[in-house]
């Protein structure tokens, strides 16, 4: 995708002038990319297994475009199909008891400690999303919340948001941890989760399980230099409301 970029200075840093420059958004660093197909345009699409095909062609036609991610692991079919069944089996399980909002706050919280840009900004957008739907299926809750602001505070500092309850505090407070320093989950943070915050085994263990799975996919991301879509930038938000004369 080709971008008009404004570049330059003269007479000063106070001085801009606005030279138009044209650039490719990148998938990933240039070590790589040449091994990962592009798009269902791509000539080495047809190639692919007839599974990774469906894939991609179902994601796009869900998002109306491919997220990095996939294309990132067309180059590797089996890491492909194990990457995306665990990723589908922790993320969009209905029936555990996180919310998928609040899967999405801990891919949010422990994606930005490990500085992996992809994950932050992609399941920002998620966040956003999920957020917004939550709040409009709770009979009785507030539909001007500012649902567009949740994966800025999550990802920035989560303690300082007023958008989430203390008890999704904890659960990311839990959460990085782990991610930080995982030699020294004990036993005891596990029983205060249960018995003071009431989160089941089950949930417990989801907690646990998608800090552990984003903490390779960030690093993923990382040794690839996987870059967003421009897409997600935009997926969730809304203008501001005009201000009060």
Not at 15 to 36: G, T, W, Y
Not at 92 to 120: D, F, P, Q, R, W
Not at 186 to 193: D, F, G, I, M, N
């Amino acid at each position: 995708m080709m971008r008009r970029l404004l570049l330059n200075t003269r007479n000063g840093p106070n001085h801009i002038e606005r030279n138009v420059r044209f650039f490719s958004a990148p998938i990933c660093n240039s070590f790589f990319e040449d091994l990962m197909v592009k798009g269902t345009s791509d000539p080495r699409f047809s190639k692919l297994p007839t599974d990774i095909q469906e894939k991609l062609l179902e994601v796009q036609n869900k998002s109306q475009f491919i997220p990095n991610i996939f294309l990132g692991l067309t180059h590797r079919p089996n890491e492909f199909r194990a990457f995306f069944n665990y990723y589908d089996a922790l993320m969009n399980e209905t029936t555990s008891e996180l919310t998928l909002y609040e899967k999405e706050m801990i891919v949010c919280a422990t994606s930005a400690h490990n500085k992996c840009l992809y994950c932050v900004v992609a399941h920002g957008a998620l966040l956003r999303v999920y957020f917004k739907k939550f709040l409009t299926q709770k009979p009785g809750t507030d539909q001007q919340v500012p649902y567009n602001i949740i994966a800025d505070q999550v990802s920035n500092d989560f303690h300082k948001s007023y958008l989430i309850d203390k008890k999704q505090t904890k659960m990311l407070d839990y959460a990085l941890l782990l991610c930080k320093e995982p030699h020294l989950v004990k036993t005891q943070h596990l029983v205060e989760l249960k018995e003071e915050y009431k989160f089941s085994r089950d949930a417990i263990w989801d907690i646990g399980a998608i800090t552990s799975f984003f903490a390779a996919s960030n690093r993923l991301a990382h040794m690839s230099g996987l870059m967003p879509n421009e897409e997600f930038y935009e997926i969730g938000r809304k203008p501001l409301p005009p201000k009060k004369q």
